[in-house]
């Protein structure tokens, strides 16, 4: 498995401004992901982060709004933007350590972001 | 297309009982992979097992066991002489070959042991 860090860990933010969420893995991995989990609720796939080219992102999620970086193989961001109460969620990155795309994802501790 | 259900929204056991919790998945797939991930009140989610759907051997792991069965689309969770520590969501996980990686999760089964 991977070490993997988020940052910020918490957040509450207001209403109309973005928040930028980093991931941080401790070795280079292929496969990187961003899922959110709104409140009591199961985990949805927002995007999948390539490094060097755009993100992937579900039916439902659009760059917009989750804009995405990936600059090399162990770090990513996500971005919310213009944020609204429905965005309050927790939102986790996740690797893959062996490269290809049916690996076992290892998730990251999350981001708890309340939106006021 | 792709789906797991969780039935089982909620349970609640006194320690040291025996709990099975269940999970039913959809594929048109015949090559797929199946997780479960543990999600205690801190948050994180902690991985447990995966399984391919070639293997079809069941295992087990200390307390925990997880029955494969093909012929009825199930891949449920037995956690043996069930702890206080094993409070936690449980998420059953569904990846399907051609999808990139994508994981469809379940809702979720809360476990709660009491002492």
């Known amino acids: 498995s991977a070490v993997i860090s988020q940052k910020p860990s918490r957040d509450i933010c207001q209403r109309g401004t973005s928040l930028t969420i980093q991931c941080q893995v401790d070795?280079?991995?292929?496969?990187m992901f961003w899922y959110r989990q709104q409140p009591g609720q199961s985990l949805t796939l927002i995007a999948t982060a390539n490094q060097g080219s755009e993100a992937t992102y579900e039916s439902g999620f659009v760059i917009d709004k989750f804009p995405i970086s990936r600059p090399n193989l162990t770090f990513s961001t996500l971005t919310v933007s213009n944020m609204s109460p429905e965005d309050s969620s927790i939102y986790l990155c996740?690797?893959?350590?062996?490269?290809?795309?049916?690996?076992?994802?290892?998730f990251g501790p999350g981001t708890r972001l309340t939106v006021l | 297309a792709q789906k797991v259900t969780q039935a089982q929204t909620e349970i609640s056991v006194v320690e040291k009982e025996d709990v099975t919790l269940d999970c039913v998945y959809e594929t048109r797939d015949t090559t797929y992979y199946l997780f479960w991930y543990k999600q205690p009140p801190s948050g994180e989610l902690v991985f447990l097992i995966r399984r391919n759907s070639f293997d079809e051997q069941n295992e087990i792991s200390g307390r925990y066991s997880w029955n494969f069965q093909k012929s009825t689309s199930s891949f449920n969770f037995t956690i043996t002489a069930s702890q206080v520590v094993d409070s936690a969501v449980y998420f059953c996980?569904?990846?399907?070959?051609?999808?990139?990686?994508?994981?469809?999760f379940g809702q979720g089964t809360e476990l709660s042991v009491k002492p």
């Open positions: 996980a569904l990846s399907e070959a051609h999808q990139g990686g994508k994981l469809i």
């Open positions: 070795s280079q991995v292929t496969m």
């Open positions: 996740s690797v893959g350590v062996s490269g290809i795309s049916t690996d076992t994802q290892y």
